[in-house]
């Protein structure tokens, strides 16, 4: 009972469903005379609308084994497989903070625990004292107007990034270098057909419904006590996958262009051995006007710049386990891997090894 239809989702159930021989079927809920016994279980996404609620209650209540591929209603307890909403916020936080951002909003033209989730993680990602802003579809263009500029927006999913970068060209406003907008969901039909192409977290719904498809088997062989036992534990939270950056985020934020500019040099040599002169020489500003303008606007060198932007895509690069270290160090410009530890151990308090160790993706209970 997969409502609206998704093909990620019925992707993923039915490669699992090949590899152990079930006979599907599809339905958005049961009829009124209709036997929930005639099922063997049910993979669904229980939305906040009566008729999907009463029909979640009644497969549950008739002992069938059930799994929600969704968290609109938690109040509803049943076994679940979801995304981890949170861990897409902070994900996103992570993206834009990466680019300099210090303003930040969430803009969604609904409300769930879904869009709760999103927002949540996403504020709690954001770094210590940045503004954050609450945005709603009533009056956008005029919202966006009064935002402080550059900022940066996380919407619900590709579809309310659509509608703001919408709003924000009739508007005036240029995305993205007065708005960044990233979208969730990762569409390719909306995230390549607009004028400004959306950058977006993927959601990765497949592995979702195929590890959801796999705890419906286990179910299934159990009891219905045991299955209503099973009700009672915490969701399975699946991770999502990258940023696919494109146009509507790719930027680096600052609101003086001389600093905006050597953030963007900075940024394109991180493999490169430079310091201060060569970013001065590289944008066409005296050093010593370059070094004041940083110490006065961003309290911190140069220097202290491009090591924090070559920590950050460090860390970006080391969440693939199957990139070795020293090759890492090369791409963000330490001269060997001995030099990229000592630095990262002396700002963040671990070796990169013990980093990576700590973040590798895992299914979390």
């Not at 669904?44 to 609308?49: A, F, G, P, Y």
């Not at 084994?65 to 902070?90: K, Q």
Request: charged letters at 25%.
């Amino acid at each position: 009972m997969i409502t609206p239809y998704s093909h990620p989702r019925v992707e993923g159930i039915s490669r699992f469903a090949k590899e152990h021989a079930w006979n599907l079927m599809m339905a958005d809920r049961l009829e009124e005379d209709e036997d929930p016994g005639s099922y063997d279980g049910v993979l669904m996404t229980l939305r906040d609308k009566p008729a999907a609620v009463k029909t979640a209650k009644r497969l549950l209540a008739s002992g069938v084994a059930v799994v929600d591929l969704t968290i609109e209603r938690p109040d509803v307890r049943m076994p679940r497989v979801v995304s981890d909403h949170a861990a897409i916020g902070r994900i996103a936080a992570a993206h834009f903070a990466e680019r300099g951002f210090s303003n930040f909003a969430w803009f969604s033209s609904g409300w769930s625990n879904v869009h709760a989730l999103r927002m949540k993680g996403f504020a709690d990602g954001c770094p210590a004292g940045a503004k954050f802003l609450k945005w709603r579809s009533p009056s956008l263009a005029e919202t966006v107007a009064a935002a402080p500029k550059p900022i940066a927006v996380l919407t619900y999913n590709d579809v309310d990034a659509a509608r703001l970068v919408t709003a924000c060209r009739g508007a005036g406003f240029a995305v993205p270098q007065d708005v960044a907008v990233l979208g969730i969901g990762n569409d390719p039909f909306l995230c390549e057909n607009q004028v400004t192409p959306l950058s977006s977290v993927e959601q990765d719904l497949a592995r979702s419904a195929y590890e959801g498809a796999a705890l419906l088997e286990r179910l299934m062989s159990l009891t219905p006590s045991k299955r209503r036992l099973a009700a009672l534990r915490k969701p399975l939270l699946t991770p999502p996958g990258d940023v696919m950056a494109r146009e509507s985020s790719d930027t680096l934020a600052h609101a003086n262009p001389v600093i905006r500019h050597a953030l963007v040099f900075i940024h394109a040599n991180l493999a490169k051995s430079f310091g201060s002169r060569e970013v001065a020489e590289g944008i066409g500003i005296d050093r010593s006007k370059l070094d004041h303008l940083f110490a006065a606007e961003t309290h911190r060198s140069v220097g202290d710049e491009i090591r924090r932007q070559r920590l950050i895509r460090a860390k970006r690069l080391l969440k693939d386990p199957s990139v070795p270290i020293y090759l890492i160090a090369h791409a963000c410009g330490f001269c060997n891997s001995a030099y990229l530890t000592n630095t990262f151990r002396r700002e963040t308090g671990f070796t990169p090894k013990a980093w990576r160790q700590s973040n590798l993706k895992s299914f979390r209970t």
